[in-house]
């Protein structure tokens, strides 16, 4: 065995320019774009009340100039770094920023209000810091992450610091709305399930390329139906359990419906059985009628979901708020700063910039903008899903599709929610949403995909052998063919792969 | 070796392939959601009262006006001077239960309500020019309302309802405009709308005893009485279960005294003489006995569905809110939803549980009026903006019964008024030099007191211009109170529009 132990990421290689052309073209775009909505949100402001405003201008010079450095900074930084990552997730992903900073410009800024030191941040601020630190650390994976060691290795160590993080909110979390979902160390707070997304994919990857082959092969059967062999089962009942504890401890509908979907679809990509799907959705819907019946907050979602109409200005205010203003957008919307009337000074939707974006997007983009929006989703999702199919071995297309998936599912969740096709569930629409921990993961996500997408990565190591063999000998037989398919890095012989009797 | 597995893993990019796929064909669904909220339900959404847009809007648009059918204004506007906002004045108190008021305070009731984004300008009824509206400065784009209501014939329904409580809707048969629609008690809304009184006037209206916010016309359920046997024409003929000369003896020799159903005995008015009937006679004499016959022919499923064709069973889709009207509660087990046979015999004459509004029974004379046709009726008849006057065209709801069948009512409707034994009954709703077909309708309500007085007709019988519906709560016989005002009426009519 001459694998080497882990190492930390190399952090810089030589310095070798790569031109990026097509990222610099719909960079340009993108910069366009955000620049020409920037203009048209002052002007609307200009029509409203023409003493207040500067008339032809971007609405905010400084926001607008730092945000489109920020994304031109990390173009640069990706071509001095020289690699072949792929070159339509930041633009696709900073055209979705760029849209957040516009809407937190337009809503009222006292939405959130932080001091910090001699400052008062409004919610355009503080979003744009966000958007700085997201976009920051999605170049900086993408530029330092050459092995994916980290991650593959340790997959047990991120499941436990998951749980962790889990068992922490609960414990030491603050209630906010009935929800205890943040957690406040000194001055920051987070929100540890945003995170917990990446922990989880980053899990289910390294579990499920290790036992594909056994999940694909063995079943029990159990009447007509085909289930994994039973030892296997643990984890989709962890799963399960898992989200349901979610919904039961922290009321966190959005978040367990979202692991969910996304165990679901991974594990669909990586045994391409539906019989686990349709196994999956029945404990699913299982789960969800138990909850109904026994969680409040489930039951409260569900039947405002039914009908909003029954108490217009009760629980299903929120909801019928927003489908008016998805309805007052039209076709072609009512212009950016030019909807969500108020009434008595307030905005029309509660919590519009965490829970309703699209809504608010919806109304001033109208069905075009939320098309176009619902597009860029799709664009990302396609470039992950692209990254995960042409990826190197198992570990990292389940890896690249489990983030592309929560990206994509999430979206889809709260969209739905928005648009009433769902029950509402509170999480927040990727990029778009105002929220430190949100953006911070969906960067980590977009770094992880851009890093995965090049194809000059360190190759993946063998696959370490004998260690099925804790399970069944049966098993191990069935373990060694599969062995082989890895490609395996120049150190090791061809000829190791060994059967243990 | 020989437990080694008979097929590898299929390569993942199929199956993210098809995971992708699956989730494609989400964001598909979500868009077309977002399709049916933005394009499909975006007109009927943004002009909901409780849309915060309207709700703006409301606060500083300067409302359209709103006029009777010859273009009398009938609300405008005045400026507080104080706050410089606008506010509703009214012309004239005849017409407050139609209109009802806006205020700043207290919303909006009547037209001010259900047309709200059309009268404050945030919606046009119209996609297209919504669409181009915003492309303007000003998007606000306020219509005025013509009403089909004549104000002459409003304001001598309300004077001829007088102290008592009823309704009077008036309406064209052949297009479904209505030219009176008057319910009694009225109240102030002049003093709702103005800033300065509206406070005391709203509390003194919310605790008015004789509830003059519920539009009797439109949202009163009535027990119907005889007026009801026109329905059940209306069934028996449509279904064919009855025919003009369908006859049945009012007073079976075997029953000594009235018709007894199942145990339940059906009584005739005093005086009916003991005969065989055809439709014509039976309903000169307004015979119970032949109606609740004829029901029981005609089932109690025809009864429900040719009720259900003029809209019974659900509100009508209508300018103001409108009750329901029923011919039963339509939970019981005998088909068409009654209870039994005795359910049944009893609806056939307007007892048991049916019960109308004034204006759903204007519309069954409507029917008969139209040759079977059902016109939807409306009160505005056009709108103007800045780009012009919009009509509201004449919509058909629905066909009831053939023109044959109806014109067979009609005659029988006008022997009812017209014949030497119809007219005891309809006193005064004959009109001089003009044919009038009609039904009087003495609706008992068990217990003591005087019955709610009931007519409906048309005129002329042969090309009929206006259908008519009077209620007269408490007013006693039909004969009593609502045959004359509903002839007085009628007359006015021929007199205003020329006959």
Request: hydrophobic share 45%; charged share 15%; glycine share 12%.
């Amino acid at each position: 065995m001459t694998v080497t132990a882990p190492s930390l990421p190399r952090i810089l290689g030589p310095i070798r320019p790569r031109p990026r052309g097509r990222e610099t073209r719909l960079l340009a775009i993108v910069s366009i774009t955000i620049l020409v909505g920037s203009v048209s949100l002052e002007l609307a402001k200009h029509v409203a009340d023409p003493g207040e405003s500067k008339g032809l201008s971007p609405a905010n010079p400084l926001h607008l100039g730092v945000y489109l450095g920020l994304i031109w900074l990390a173009h640069l930084a990706l071509i001095l770094s020289g690699r072949r990552v792929d070159q339509i997730l930041l633009p696709a992903t900073s055209m979705l920023g760029g849209i957040s900073l516009l809407l937190m410009e337009r809503l009222p800024q006292t939405a959130v209000v932080q001091e910090v030191g001699p400052w008062k941040l409004g919610l355009g601020d503080i979003q744009l810091a966000w958007l700085i630190l997201s976009f920051s650390l999605a170049t900086a994976l993408a530029v330092t992450v050459r092995s994916d060691r980290w991650l593959r290795l340790y997959k047990y160590t991120w499941a436990a610091a998951g749980v962790a993080l889990l068992v922490a909110t609960y414990v030491f979390g603050d209630d906010i709305n009935g929800q205890r979902l943040s957690l406040s160390i000194g001055p920051i707070s987070g929100q540890p399930a945003e995170l917990l997304k990446v922990i989880l994919v980053v899990f289910l990857a390294g579990y499920l390329s290790e036992y594909r082959p056994l999940l694909v092969e063995e079943s029990t059967t159990v009447g007509p139906i085909k289930l994994p062999p039973v030892p296997f089962l643990a984890p989709m009942v962890a799963m399960w359990a898992i989200a349901l504890g979610l919904v039961v401890v922290q009321r966190d509908l959005g978040a367990a419906l979202l692991f969910f979907t996304v165990f679901l679809s991974l594990l669909y990509a990586a045994t391409a059985r539906v019989g686990y799907v349709v196994l999956g959705v029945v404990l699913f819907l299982a789960g969800s009628f138990v909850m109904y019946r026994l969680v409040g907050t489930v039951q409260t979602r569900v039947d405002i979901w039914l009908d909003p109409f029954k108490s217009p200005s009760g629980d299903g205010y929120q909801v019928i708020q927003a489908l008016y203003a998805f309805a007052r957008g039209g076709l072609i919307g009512t212009g950016l700063g030019a909807g969500l009337p108020t009434v008595n000074g307030n905005l029309p939707i509660p919590a519009v910039h965490t829970d309703f974006p699209l809504a608010a997007l919806g109304e001033e983009l109208g069905l075009v903008g939320v098309m176009a929006i619902l597009g860029l989703f799709l664009v990302v999702v396609e470039r992950g899903l692209r990254i995960a199919a042409s990826a190197a071995d198992d570990f990292r297309a389940l890896l690249a599709a489990g983030l592309a998936l929560v990206i994509g599912t999430q979206a889809m969740i709260i969209a739905a929610g928005n648009l009433k096709l769902i029950p509402l569930t509170g999480i927040t629409l990727p990029f778009v949403s105002y929220g430190g921990s949100s953006l911070l993961v969906n960067g980590i996500i977009v770094g992880l995909l851009l890093a995965l997408s090049d194809r000059g990565v360190e190759p993946p190591p063998p696959r370490p052998r004998g260690r099925l063999a804790r399970w069944t000998g049966r098993v191990t037989r069935l373990e060694t063919p599969a062995a082989g398919r890895a490609p395996l890095p120049p150190g090791a012989s061809s000829g190791a792969v060994e059967t243990r009797p | 070796m020989s437990a080694l597995p008979a097929r590898r893993p299929q390569p993942l990019g199929r199956s993210i392939g098809q995971v992708g796929l699956a989730l494609i064909v989400a964001f598909a669904g979500i868009a077309l959601g977002a399709g049916y909220w933005q394009v499909i339900r975006s007109p009927d959404l943004s002009r909901a009262p409780d849309n915060p847009a309207v709700i703006a809007a409301a606060r500083n648009v300067v409302r359209g006006a709103i006029t009777d059918r010859d273009g009398k204004t009938l609300a405008s506007n005045k400026r507080n001077p104080d706050t410089g906002e606008p506010y509703r004045v009214y012309a004239n108190r005849a017409f407050n239960t139609v209109i009802g008021y806006s205020s700043t305070d207290f919303g909006t009731a009547g037209l001010e309500r259900s047309w709200n984004a059309e009268l404050t300008g945030v919606s046009a009824r119209d996609p297209i020019g919504d669409l181009l509206r915003k492309f303007r400065s000003d998007p606000y784009d306020p219509q005025k309302l013509k009403l089909g209501i004549s104000s002459a014939l409003q304001r001598a329904a309300v004077e001829g309802l007088g102290d008592d409580r009823g309704a009077v809707v008036m309406l064209d048969p052949t297009t479904g405009e209505i030219l009176a629609l008057a319910s009694t008690p009225t109240y102030d809304t002049n003093a709702i709308a103005n800033p300065k009184t509206s406070r005391d006037a709203f509390a003194a209206t919310l605790d008015d005893a004789s509830h003059p916010l519920v539009t009797r016309a439109t949202q009163g359920q009535y027990v119907p009485g005889s007026v009801f046997k026109i329905v059940t024409a209306i069934a028996g003929l449509g279904s064919g279960r009855i025919t003009p000369n369908t006859t049945f003896p009012n007073q079976a020799k075997a029953e000594r005294d009235g018709l007894l159903v199942k145990g339940f005995r059906i009584h005739e008015h005093p005086g009916v003489p003991a005969e065989t009937f055809d439709l014509n006679e039976a309903t000169e004499w307004s015979s119970n006995i032949w109606y609740a016959l004829a029901g029981m022919r005609t089932g109690g499923d025809n009864l429900s569905s040719f009720a259900g064709r003029m809209g019974f069973g659900a509100p009508l889709d209508f300018d103001l809110p409108t009750a329901k009207s029923q011919v039963t509660t339509g939970d019981g087990s005998a088909p068409g939803g009654f209870t039994d046979e005795v359910e049944l015999a009893n609806a056939s004459y307007g007892q048991a549980r049916t019960l109308v509004t004034p204006l759903h029974m204007a519309l069954v004379a409507s029917t008969v009026a139209n040759g079977g046709i059902l016109m939807k009726p409306h009160l505005v008849i056009a709108t103007t903006g800045r780009d012009g006057t919009r009509t509201i065209a004449n919509e058909q709801l629905s066909v009831v019964i053939s023109p044959e069948d109806a014109a067979a009512i009609a005659e029988a409707m006008r022997r009812a008024v017209e014949s030497p034994v119809g007219r005891q009954f309809t006193t005064g709703a004959d009109v001089p030099g003009i044919s009038v077909a009609g039904k009087s309708g003495t609706a008992e309500l068990g217990g003591s007191g005087e019955p709610h007085s009931w007519f409906i007709g048309f005129a002329p019988v042969d090309h009929p211009r206006i259908a008519i519906a009077v209620i007269v709560e408490r007013g006693g016989r039909g004969g009593a109170r609502a045959a004359p005002l509903a002839g007085d009426l009628m007359a006015l009519f021929f007199k205003e529009f020329g006959s």
